[in-house]
């Protein structure tokens, strides 16, 4: 049976969306330190993944058999978004390994401009004044926020590629997500998919006999690499795949864009890196957007109904 879901769901899907930013902002520190200590980004994707998947399955397995199988009208979204996880994942993290980490995100972060962009040209209407000018703030404000600006004096070209892909991955990840909860799936079938999805495709591509073992001696790695599993992946991708059953994929990726502003924050509270007064005119920018969003709710936000599964 379809419903529409209350105004509240849509502030609480919001919110689970701005949780996950603060997940991913976390764990792209983890990463970053991971790096540092020999693990290559390829590998740190791979793993995050398989960390993932076991526990989500294992859940699955032992209480509900049921949401194992998906929809057949979904299936080729979740295809869809199996390859989005391997190539969003990848891409994101060789653009942190190679630029900036400020570079990297506000990269990404283009991803609202492009999903809108997408959204317009399929639905062949503009989404209105209001949601361009949340994109647009979203875009100024991950540049500020993140110091992007200042790191892009030797911007390393392969980087600059990766950051780029990571932001149509995105948008890819979060349309083919929203597309397979629109078809019935249940959030939790939906990562299970993808997840065994981009499982296979990487233990193709990254034997994990071929996988450095070794590394995973040092505590400081295994720790980082199971802070990225689960930390990192599982608990935000799940709250953002629940979230984009009630919101768009436009509104999902603005409110994500908090990402850079809680890396900041972290990197204020953890490392004793200060705030400029630009980054925090790019917070205030970001959450300007957030409520822009949930004042003009985008057309794919409210015109079709949400249908709920158990």
Known sequence: MHSSPPPRAYIVATLACVVAAFCWGLSAVIAKGAFELGLSPERMAE??????LVPLAAYLMVRRRDLLRPPRAARAS???FGLAIVAVNFSYYLAIDRLDVGVAISLQYTAPVLVLVGSAIVARQSPGALSWLAAGLTLIGAVLVSGAYAGLSSVDGIGLAAGIAAAITYGTYLVSAEAAGRRGTHPATSLF???VVAAVIWSVVLPLWDWPWS???D???????L???LLGTLIPFLLAVAALRVISAAVAAIASSTEPVFASALAWALLGQDLSPLQLVGGALIVTAIVIAQLRRLPAASAAPVEVAP
Request: aromatic fraction near 4%.
């Open 193 to 195: 998919i993808g997840f």
């Open 215 to 217: 590394l995973l001696t």
């Open 227 to 229: 802070g990225v599993g």
């Open 47 to 52: 793993s995050r993944v398989l960390v993932a």
């Open 219 to 225: 505590p400081q790695v295994s720790l980082r690499v």
């Open 78 to 80: 979740l295809l869809v």
